[in-house]
């Protein structure tokens, strides 16, 4: 079974701070995904990573894809408050259209 | 432009009753999903269909069905609702690519269920 663990699971940090979210699997995935997702909404795709090794940049958001394509990371710089989120990452099971997604990690940036 | 809806938005209900969630895309998208999301959990996938008449079940199916009589709808249906069954569901559909690809998954706003 293909699952996805993210972490930290909750980060409350001040504005202009960096942080580093993680998206770790023992399985390898074609492509993940990461979305946001604010209260109140659905889910938003930000980035889909496909490359091993891949770095994908979304102003001053950094995602990176694992050499091995069992982990990605989303890097903030300079957090803001508009990046208060839930961020989720997601991968295809293998065959399928189906995706798993990871269990989120809730951001909070103060102001 | 194109968009997904759910409705209702709120529901409160009582254990025992049918529910029915609906979900609209003019997206014309093949694919669409319902997942649940729980603390802790994430998003759950509950049941999927990859175009008419086509159903399946996912991790979450116990107590809940669905049914595929065109391409823009997919209501979701508890047939008889517990308090295990208290949360918020997002249907989503996606374009249906090649084999190994990857596709965007476009959400509705969520239902939040509440189970008495």
């Known amino acids: 079974t293909q699952l996805l663990e993210q972490s930290p699971q909750f980060l409350s940090i001040q504005e202009g701070e960096n942080l580093t979210v993680y998206c770790n699997s023992s399985?390898?995935?074609?492509?993940l995904q990461w979305y946001r997702q604010e209260p109140g909404e659905g889910p938003v795709l930000l980035v889909t990573?496909?490359?091993?090794?891949e770095v994908k940049k979304l102003k001053r958001l950094t995602f990176q894809f694992g050499d091995a394509r069992k982990d990605s990371s989303l890097h903030i710089t300079a957090a803001q408050p508009g990046d208060t989120g839930l961020y989720l990452c997601?991968?295809?099971?293998?065959?399928?259209?189906?995706?798993?997604f990871g269990t989120g990690t809730r951001l909070k940036v103060l102001a | 432009d194109a968009e997904i809806t759910q409705s209702p938005r709120h529901k409160i209900t009582e254990t025992g009753r049918q529910v029915t969630l609906a979900c609209h895309q003019t997206?014309?998208?093949?694919?669409m999903f319902w997942y649940r999301q729980d603390l802790g959990h994430g998003l759950r996938l509950i049941h999927y269909s990859y175009g008419v008449q086509d159903t399946n079940k996912g991790e979450v199916s116990d107590g809940y069905s669905v049914s595929r009589s065109n391409t823009e709808d997919l209501p979701l249906t508890l047939e008889s609702a517990a308090s295990s069954q208290t949360s918020v569901y997002f249907c989503?559909?996606?374009?249906?690519?090649?084999?190994?690809?990857?596709?965007?998954?476009?959400f509705g706003p969520g239902t939040r269920l509440t189970v008495l």
């Open positions: 997206w014309n998208h093949n694919n």
């Open positions: 997601a991968g295809p099971t293998s065959g399928t259209y189906k995706y798993i």
């Open positions: 990573v496909v490359t091993g090794g």
């Open positions: 399985s390898v995935f074609s492509s």
């Open positions: 989503a559909s996606s374009e249906r690519v090649l084999a190994g690809g990857w596709d965007t998954q476009y």
